[in-house]
């Protein structure tokens, strides 16, 4: 797995390295709303399996992990630690909100759905 650091600020000239053949990119607009693009460059057996790899480890703690160790050594690097810190407590916030909402979601699919089905009395 390689992270790539887009908070380098090198422009010394890197190896050039292989096409990408698939890629899952997250942003944010100023609205807030978000936005996920995926790309593919065919629907050939590398890039399905490549696709598949990135799908299977968004939720992996280790993604999740190394991408805030990343974070955290450009912030600190830049002189922003105080900037760090919020982020990472807005995140975790950000987190939990989310957390509440997908299970409000999920009780509220479950009280629709009747303990007893009326096909089951027959």
Do not use: H
């Not at 650091?5 to 010394?12: D, H, V």
């Not at 890197?14 to 790309?39: L, Q």
């Not at 950000?94 to 979601?105: N, P, T, V």
């Amino acid at each position: 797995m390689k992270f790539l650091n887009i908070f380098n600020k090198n422009k010394e000239q890197a190896p050039e390295e292989p096409a990408t053949i698939a890629a899952i990119t997250y942003s944010i607009d100023e609205s807030g709303e978000m936005f996920i693009d995926i790309n593919i460059e065919d629907f050939k057996e590398a890039p399905l399996d490549g696709l598949s790899s990135l799908i299977a480890i968004l939720a992996t703690p280790k993604s999740q992990i190394v991408t805030i160790d990343m974070i955290k050594r450009s912030f600190i690097k830049e002189g922003m630690d105080q900037e760090y810190l919020k982020l990472i407590k807005d995140a975790a916030c950000k987190a939990s909100e989310y957390l509440k909402d997908s299970e409000d979601q999920e009780e509220d699919i479950n009280q629709d759905q009747p303990y007893i089905k009326p096909s089951d009395m027959f």
